[in-house]
Structure formats: structure tokens, C-alpha cells
């Protein structure tokens, strides 16, 4: 069965970075392209990343545009999403995501706080 697992998460200071990385089974990685959302608290999910599984082009949300970059290795079949000038604002539950036959499937998340 597919499994996303992230980690990475934790408390970092404004101004600060943090690295997550979502490791993967239970499907071909390589096939597919690969996200990550995020969820604040009192608000709705939404898409943050994208890492396409052709030729590994990205696209990002513009709150996270030029700070966040995302990655992926097929040979690990892990996504990154390395953050950095991170803001309060970033604060959130981070999820990997992936498409398969219109399914979503989704780990269960790695909270990051940026709080001084």
C-alpha cells in the first residue's frame, strides 16, 4: 500500500530553516509528481510545492516563493522541501502528497513552529 512518511519538523526561529523530507513505498516514485500542503491551525489546507515526475520542474505557492525549494530522489524515493527565511506565518502542519489515478494520498504531516 502506498506510504508517505515525513520528518523533519520542529521549532526554528524567524529567519531560520528547516528541512523536511517525506520518504515513500508502495508505488513507482519516479512516475509521479510529488507535493507538499500545509494545514494552520483554523485554517483550510493548502497546496505549497510541486516537483513534476518528467523532468523534475517545480512550481511553488507565492507566499513561499523564493524560500522554499522542493526536491526529490528517485533512487530514494524521497521529496524534500528545504525552507528557509522561514516567517511565523509558516507555522503549520506539513504534508507530502501524491496523486495516483486521481486517488490523493497523503502522509500524516510533520508540524513546524517558527516562533522566537
Known amino acids: 500500500q502506498v506510504q508517505l512518511v515525513e520528518s523533519g519538523g520542529g521549532l526554528v526561529q524567524p529567519g531560520g530553516s528547516l528541512r523536511l523530507s517525506c520518504a515513500t513505498s508502495?508505488?513507482?516514485?519516479?512516475?509521479?509528481?510529488m507535493n507538499w500542503y500545509r494545514q494552520a491551525p483554523g485554517k483550510e489546507r493548502e497546496w505549497v510545492a510541486a516537483?513534476?515526475?518528467?523532468?523534475?520542474?517545480?512550481n511553488y505557492a507565492d507566499s513561499v516563493k523564493g524560500r522554499f525549494t522542493i526536491s526529490r530522489d528517485n533512487a530514494k524515493k524521497t521529496v524534500f522541501l528545504q525552507m528557509n527565511s522561514l516567517k511565523p506565518e509558516d507555522t503549520a502542519v506539513y504534508y507530502c502528497?501524491?496523486?495516483?489515478?486521481?486517488?490523493?494520498?497523503w502522509g500524516k504531516g510533520t508540524q513546524v513552529t517558527v516562533s522566537s
Open positions: 502528497n501524491v496523486f495516483i489515478t486521481f486517488n490523493p494520498y
Open positions: 516537483v513534476t515526475s518528467t523532468d523534475g520542474s517545480t
Open positions: 508502495g508505488f513507482t516514485f519516479s512516475r509521479y509528481s
